[in-house]
């Protein structure tokens, strides 16, 4: 425990002191403002103007809300692996009894609960979609299973932060894939399944009426997201070896 709170407090003074990391942070919570206060105005002109209505498109527009969350807070923890990569720490965390893996195991976990925390504050303030509860919940842990993914490919495929940041910029492409699943048509959607974002939003989706579906793509979603982060901390212990 005093070695979770250390790593917690140094990670806190990083954070503070780091503009982009303090807008991982936010981003979400403004991107949830903005649907719980703009989006309805936005409703209401449309409906006014064009005689078009937003309401079928609520699941994907809070599915892009939640998919930011795990992407900033990814990206976050993938810059403090950079940084504890390229000073160093990592090589003395390897001989001290805590070991390499853990400290990865903090820095996952650290990165679970963060993501987990965010998604129900981006899901409380843009009071979008109603969830049930239980389904709510084991949504947050799909979700929440985006950000490693995100933080390991970036320390895997980045060698700075500045190759981090331009990487990052690719990988937040997967934030429109619930814009892109609610316009493909049938099983054309199916050619998106091995990307792992294609399967909290597809159980989303499911979750509002359909409990059959939604436990599919959940068990899908851990086995993807699983294999995804296996290989991915394989990588990344090997090329720290």
Sequence with gaps: MMKVNQFAKTDFQLIRRDGILLVAIFAPIILALF??????????????????????????????????????????????????RDEGML?????????????????????????????FAVHLLADLVELPLIAGFLLALLFALEAPIFALMLANFANNKVEGLALNKVLSVSVTLPLLLF???????????????????????????????????????????????????????????
């Design 35 to 84: 649907i719980r206060f703009l989006l309805p105005v936005l409703e209401k002109w449309l409906m006014e103007n064009y005689s078009f209505s937003l309401e079928s498109y609520h699941v994907p527009i809070l599915a892009v809300a939640f998919l930011t969350v795990p992407s900033m807070l990814g990206m976050m923890a993938g810059f403090l692996l950079l940084d504890d």
């Design 91 to 119: 090589a003395y965390y390897a001989v001290t009894p805590m070991r390499k893996s853990g400290y990865m195991r903090y820095r996952m976990v650290s990165t679970l609960v963060l993501t987990l925390l965010l998604f």
């Design 183 to 241: 316009f493909m048509p049938g099983s054309f959607k199916w050619l998106l399944a091995i990307l792992p974002p294609f399967w909290p939003v597809m159980a989303m989706a499911a979750g509002v009426g359909d409990t059959g579906s939604f436990t599919a793509f959940m068990i899908g979603g851990i086995a993807v997201h699983g294999l995804y982060i296996g290989v991915l901390y394989r990588m990344f212990i090997n090329k720290t070896e």
